[in-house]
């Protein structure tokens, strides 16, 4: 098979059937081999049931359907999955995303030996305090941080090899991180390409300003796994044995003029408890250890990390 697209949707009935009719074209024109793979995150309205008409039409529909709401991360994960295309390519199920982009895509990964190619969309027909400034905010944030060159990390119109897909683990909020979990697999060829944003057409956008704070912590979180994920004691460890050995020399030589003091020269000196160095050393020492004893809790969960991912699936269609 060609191609897998992954779309994945929540209360998008509206705009289903112009996007199945119009991605169906797109494939029938370049005379792809393909599947249209539905992940409904638990819809409320009847997006379901028009995927099923859809399904009875085109035998190149499949579909997957949570039991209840998920996110976005888990639709990509369950959908990444079950895709058998040689090329995944995702985009958003709200007409936002062109299908006429699939085949250049395409041709990116397939002959461009890209391992994965990002969307740009450089001219948005979003409000531009509500979404265009705090996106290109967010996404200078993005390269500096993970060194990843990529005007527009977040767009959902991006194009895969398979062997990304399958060699990556999509959870909580990550789909804004893709690029960054693929190049921390080993993939390094990741490139860009300037893709047509088209105006909403139905319905309202499912994300809210809270979008950026937690896209800001999640990428935290990813730069912090991938270098110490797979060894959390060499970070806490090395900070929590640093603390104590300062805080331990600290109280050592604090005991030591007051030993000296007492008993060599016979001098009055201030009470251990009179000196604000004694309780930041004996701080430093607690909170080493307790550090210290964090990488350590840490290195026993990874040993026996349970599945992430887990969700309630409620139906499937051709799969």
């Known amino acids: 098979m060609n191609i897998s697209v992954v779309i994945p949707l929540f209360n998008e009935e509206e705009s289903l059937p112009e996007l199945h009719d119009w991605i169906k074209r797109v494939m ?8 249209i793979l539905f992940v409904d995150d638990g819809s ?5 049931q028009v995927i099923e008409s859809l399904a009875a039409k085109n035998h190149c529909v499949k579909a997957i359907k949570f039991r209840r709401n998920y996110g976005k991360s888990p639709g990509l994960h369950v959908g990444f999955e079950a895709a058998q295309g040689d090329v995944i390519i995702t985009m958003d199920a709200d007409l936002q995303d062109s299908p006429d982009e699939i085949p250049e895509l395409y041709k990116m990964i397939t002959s461009g030996n890209f391992d994965l190619v990002s969307g740009w969309k450089q001219k948005r027909f979003d409000n531009t305090f509500t979404k265009n400034i705090p996106s290109k905010l967010y996404n200078g944030t993005n390269r500096l941080i993970s060194g990843i060159k990529l005007h527009d990390m977040n767009c959902g119109l991006k194009a895969y090899r398979k062997e990304v897909v399958k060699s990556i683990e999509i959870y909580g909020e990550m789909h804004r991180f893709i690029p960054v979990l693929a190049k921390n ?39 912090f796994l991938s270098k110490f994920g797979k060894r959390p004691m060499h970070f806490f460890g090395l900070i929590g044995t640093l603390m104590f050995v300062v805080g331990f020399f600290t109280t050592l030589y604090l005991g030591a003029d007051k030993f000296y003091h007492a008993f060599i020269i016979h001098a009055p000196a201030r009470l251990l408890t009179q000196r604000p160095s004694f309780f930041i050393a004996l701080t430093s020492m607690v ?7 964090a990488g350590f809790i840490g290195e026993l969960i990874l040993r026996n990390s349970p599945d992430r991912n887990n969700y309630l699936l409620e139906k499937k269609i051709n799969l």
Request: net charge neutral; proline share 0%; no cysteine.
């Open 287 to 293: 909170l080493g250890t307790m550090l210290f004893l």
């Open 44 to 48: 409320k309205d009847k997006s379901w």
């Open 28 to 35: 029938d024109e370049n005379n792809y081999s393909y599947e």
């Open 185 to 223: 697999a080993g993939f390094h060829n990741i490139g860009e390409k300037v893709v047509q944003h088209q105006a909403r057409k139905y319905g309202v956008s499912k994300f809210g300003w809270d979008r950026f704070i937690n896209g800001f912590l999640d990428l935290l979180t990813i730069t």
